[in-house]
């Protein structure tokens, strides 16, 4: 087991359950990604760069996006909190999981994988 699974894993419940559906949903949303452990968190890669990371924090679970400067859709949803540039979508159990807006906000990051962090 590599250490971003045992992360995802060693957290507890309802933390867990939110971590493991939205890395299921991920990996099988988004083509090429690479689970790794960055920066003590789960973070995804595509080509060997950052996509997006899974981190539990406090009382919730945040999917934070690397390129979140160039997202466009759903920014309603989108925390933004004590932050400059990373946005997420942060989720305090599994019916908070909007699946259109997590899939939309996925396919948005995607579209803009290539660009730099910075607009």
Known sequence: MN???EY???QPEPYRGILLYLQ????????GVELKF??????????GKPYCYLNQSKDYVDLG???AA??????EHMNTEG???MKSLRY?????????????VLADAYSVKDRKFWK
């Open 3 to 5: 250490p971003a699974e």
């Open 8 to 10: 995802i894993l060693n």
């Open 24 to 31: 299921a949903f991920i990996e099988g949303t988004i083509p």
């Open 38 to 47: 960055k920066y003590k968190i789960p973070f995804y890669y595509i080509n």
């Open 65 to 67: 996006f690397w390129n």
């Open 70 to 75: 160039h997202l466009t859709v759903h920014l």
């Open 83 to 85: 932050r400059k540039m």
């Open 92 to 104: 305090k159990s599994l019916e908070d999981i909007d699946t259109t807006v997590l899939k939309e």
